[in-house]
């Protein structure tokens, strides 16, 4: 009797659809509290919330625990940019059968992501644990470089350290954040690439890194650009495509392809992951350089390097004194600490010499960790830039571009006489400088530092007067680099020739010494000032 008993009970069992037979054995279930409001919950999936798994599909499992993320590789659907700085909102559900019907509906709720694919930032600061877990991951990627007495400390009073960074491979401080960002994508989006619009030095870091990757990389360029940084592109293994005749024009075009082909569009940003790489320079100066007494780096609207950087100093030594200079020309860093946000409305030089010097603030993680942590923030002038390339070619041989030689350049504009007598230490960032403004560079920062002076005067048409003219600047010890003589166009009496001398001299004293010699022979000598 009993085993028909049972026989009909099993029978009537089967008839009963998955999810009676559930909601049945949960009643009799000694370790489960019913309640009428979950159940409800249950019997409409749609107004539950779906619950992700980083290791696998959806999976089954009670209202209230908590799982790993989800995993982009397993849903078509995800938006991986959204995935990797925590957009995603993600809901929990009791799946009690049906299972791909249910995940498609609950699918169907996650919105969609934006039509921007950047990186966008994450709104928190980074720790000192996030830069020591980028410097682990980005040590067999880029290079530890040196952090060098430099001879310049004599002529400026301090004991002063030389930070390389223009010794990267593609010459730039930015590879360390590039290779810690990239690393750190999902192997989806690894596999499907990313895309820049720009030909700065995050870009070029961008296409060397994600070609040792093994990361397909696109890098979108205006037709002005110049051919030798299109070259060096490509030969980094990046594919360059030419469009339009603007940066914007490029950027539209690189956003569009990125929705179109799945690739990630990336640009210069302040996300937690881009300043933890740029701070492991922090860590690196820290080490290099026992007693330190304060690090300048370049600011300015980009100013990553110098927020990332004075997160791990300042964790280190709070006593170490953290110095941004940026250009008076462009003072955005200084203007938007004022107004206590990013100011976008600011001028900004699409000139290849300021580099990012002059880009606009783009984000509030720097510029927050700026205000809390960095001591003082300088303006120099253009002229002291241009002389403090000419120094750091001059002593240390270095070819570096305004971006590089901006730290220097506060203390050639004497902006920091607090630091006489101690030890710093100055980031040398970038070297990237085109050929044609290396020379015109150099030239014009001669005549700023009274390294090559011009003047003119008047002299009789006779034999033996343009050598009485070189016989004093032979005994001035002045080397002649280029003399010009006019007869035709000029306002003077008849039998006179106006003579145009560019001559070399040791410093500004030696030029005063010359200056007053020629005035005294000729009093009519005009010196043309810079």
Not at 387 to 397: A, D, K, N, V
């Amino acid at each position: 009797m009993n085993f028909a008993a049972q026989f009909l009970y099993s029978r009537v069992l089967k008839n009963r659809s998955p999810r009676e037979r559930f909601r049945e054995d949960e009643d009799y279930d000694p370790f489960w509290q019913r309640d009428d409001n979950k159940i409800k919950k249950q019997d409409a999936p749609a107004l539950c919330d779906l619950h992700c798994c980083k290791d696998g599909p959806i999976r089954n499992g009670l209202i209230g625990q908590k799982s790993p993320s989800i995993n982009p590789e397993r849903l078509k659907d995800f938006g991986e940019e959204d995935y990797l700085n925590g957009d995603v909102k993600t809901w929990e559900m009791k799946i009690v059968s049906r299972n791909e019907e249910l995940n498609r509906d609950a699918l169907s709720r996650i919105p969609q992501s934006s039509s921007r694919t950047s990186l966008s930032s994450c709104n928190k600061l980074i720790r000192f644990e996030d830069i020591s877990a980028a410097a682990f991951k980005i040590q067999c990627g880029v290079q530890k470089t040196p952090c060098m007495y430099s001879r310049l400390s004599k002529q400026y009073g301090m004991d002063i350290y030389l930070k390389k960074e223009f010794l990267q491979y593609t010459g730039s401080v930015k590879e360390r954040g590039v290779l810690y960002l990239l690393t750190s994508l999902p192997q989806d989006q690894q596999r499907k690439g990313v895309i820049v619009a720009s030909d700065s030095n995050f870009s070029m870091a961008v296409a060397y890194h994600a070609s040792e990757l093994r990361i397909p990389v696109f890098v979108i360029m205006s037709t002005s650009m110049s051919p030798a940084r299109v070259k060096m592109c490509r030969e980094y293994g990046a594919m360059v495509i030419s469009y339009g005749t603007t940066a914007k024009d490029s950027q539209t075009h690189a956003r569009r392809l990125a929705q179109e082909n799945g690739y990630l569009y990336l640009e210069e940003e302040d996300s937690a992951v881009y300043l933890s790489g740029l701070g492991t320079v922090g860590l690196e100066v820290y080490e290099q350089v026992p007693k330190l007494d304060a690090v300048i780096f370049p600011a300015g609207g980009h100013c990553g390097l110098l927020a990332g950087s004075a997160a791990a100093l300042k964790h280190l030594n709070p006593h170490i004194s953290v110095i941004g200079v940026e250009s008076e020309n462009f003072p955005v860093l200084q203007q938007s600490l004022k107004a206590g946000h990013p100011i976008e409305d600011q001028a900004c030089s699409n000139h290849h010499f300021y580099g990012d010097v002059s880009g606009l603030c783009f984000g509030s993680n720097s510029l927050q960790l700026t205000g809390k942590l960095v001591d003082k923030v300088v303006a120099v002038r253009e002229e002291d830039i241009l002389i403090s390339m000419l120094r750091l070619l001059e002593y240390e041989r270095a070819t570096v571009d305004a971006e590089g030689a901006i730290g220097l350049a506060a203390l050639v504009a004497g902006k920091l006489p607090e630091l006489k007598g101690k030890r710093v230490a100055i980031v040398v960032c970038s070297g990237n400088l085109e050929l044609h403004l290396l020379q015109q560079c150099i030239a014009r920062a001669l005549t700023l530092d009274n390294r090559v002076c011009r003047f003119s005067l008047v002299l009789s048409d006779c034999p033996g007067d343009i050598s009485k003219l070189l016989e004093i600047l032979a005994r001035e010890e002045a080397r002649v680099l280029d003399i010009r003589q006019e007869r035709m166009f000029v306002t003077s009496e008849l039998f006179t020739v106006e003579v145009t001398c560019t001559v070399e001299t040791r410093d500004k004293i030696h030029a005063a010494q010359l200056r007053n010699a020629l005035l005294e022979r000729y009093p009519t000598a005009a010196w043309t000032e810079r």
